[in-house]
């Protein structure tokens, strides 16, 4: 990769007309998301503790969840970070090679937010991880759309492969509502916040190894399925008829698989389900996708406010885990022993009608989000100042 020379200088691409498609699919994405983090945001190792006896109602919400909503938005978050990679490579690429440092660059600062967010704020973070995929799908975004999903076929089937003998070799016992497991984990989420600071960083410190190994892998495959699909006219165009009817047949056999091992008592099958959940959420979010983008067909005033929301989606995801880290571990942490699953849904579903209200109110008065434009910024900071610096001083005026 060549350097800027003297007689170039470097400027963000101008803005060009927004697809109304993606900005709505991230909206859903990062609204759906928070249906499955609200479960951790308290208690960072188990999540939602069942009863003894669990009752009929999360039963009902844990199988709505299994088909719906469980996994789907990660995944869908992944395609359209991969998304994100092919429409920057292609504004950038006219720059003589800056496409990758502007590209790398930002996938470095990521990462940082990455770590502030998974040590200061929430373990569960995705940043990290999307970093890492991201310098990884980097490496073949030059490759044909073949090639890239042979890539993406192998990156997604080697890590659910391990989860699967993981599962076998060390399955997990489920921690029941009021156990002495649960209470312990309780007093670690709900006591001083060094406490849980120093339990953090050691999780972080442990997904340091196990990232590179695992999820990294099934992120970038996701990211590289994104970049086909874009190619491909998806978010452009839908699915045919037939490929959604494949999908369609594939969540729900692979959904009912999932459920079955979840309902089942022997602990291995429990835990096999975090891997089928994985497989069955790419042809749900697939699904997604087609939904969206027959209903949007690129015009901005359909689903204008999931646009909005989507518009602003880093913003909102780390919002999502300050006011719920807040809310359950400082503010009630009564909660974690009190609510079921409906009470958790509830709290989503409030807390996003209160994302698309916000960031239909602050679109009013900025293009962008605050995150957002730090990110950038921090992004182009350096090449701009490099740039500026191999530019003759003549020019500099104009």
């Not at 069942?50 to 789907?72: A, C, K, Q, W, Y």
């Not at 196990?210 to 874009?230: N, Q, S």
């Not at 459920?259 to 994985?278: E, F, G, K, Q, Y």
Request: proline share 4%; glycine share 6%.
């Amino acid at each position: 990769m060549e350097p800027l020379t003297t007689s170039e200088t470097f400027q963000p691409p101008a803005p060009s007309a927004r697809n109304a498609n993606i900005d709505a699919i991230r909206g859903l994405a990062v609204l759906g998301i928070l249906f499955m983090n609200i479960y951790f945001f308290g208690n960072s190792f188990s999540g939602y503790a069942n009863h003894e006896t669990v009752p009929i109602h999360d039963t009902v919400i844990m199988l709505f969840s299994n088909f719906f909503l469980e996994g789907r938005f990660i995944s869908l978050f992944s395609m359209l970070f991969g998304v994100g990679l092919a429409i920057q490579y292609n504004k950038l690429s006219a720059l003589d090679g800056a496409a990758y440092q502007t590209m790398k660059s930002r996938l470095k600062w990521l990462l940082l937010f990455g770590v502030i967010h998974g040590i200061f704020i929430w373990y569960g973070d995705i940043l990290f991880t999307y970093a890492l995929g991201g310098f990884l799908a980097l490496c073949y975004l030059k490759q044909d759309n073949k090639k890239l999903l042979k890539k993406s076929i192998i990156f997604i089937t080697l890590p659910l492969f391990i989860f699967a003998i993981i599962s076998f070799i060390s399955p997990e016992e489920a921690i029941i509502r009021g156990s002495a497991q649960f209470e312990e984990d309780l007093s670690i989420w709900s006591g001083t916040y060094s406490g849980q600071l120093m339990m953090q960083l050691i999780i972080f410190t442990g997904m340091l190894f196990i990232t590179p190994l695992t999820t990294m892998w099934l992120t970038a495959g996701l990211m590289l399925l994104g970049v086909v699909l874009y190619r491909k006219k998806v978010f452009e165009k839908g699915l045919t008829q037939r490929q959604l009817l494949q999908l369609l047949l594939a969540t729900i056999l692979l959904s009912a698989l999932d459920s079955a091992c979840t309902l089942a008592t022997n602990p291995s099958l429990n835990t096999m389900s975090d891997s089928i959940v994985m497989l069955s959420a790419i042809p749900m979010a697939l699904i997604y996708i087609h939904l969206l983008v027959k209903l949007c067909q690129n015009r901005a005033t359909i689903l204008a406010p999931l646009q909005k929301v989507g518009r602003l989606a880093f913003s909102l995801y780390i919002l999502q885990s300050v006011c719920g880290v807040l809310l359950f571990r400082h503010i009630e942490p009564t909660l974690m022993s009190t609510l079921d699953r409906p009470g958790y849904m509830l709290i989503a579903i409030g807390f996003s009608l209160f994302q698309v209200i916000l960031a239909s109110v602050y679109l009013k008065y900025f293009n962008q989000g605050p995150l957002e434009w730090v990110w950038r910024r921090l992004a182009t900071r350096k090449l701009t100042a490099t740039a500026t610096q191999t530019t003759p001083i003549a020019s500099a005026d104009t």
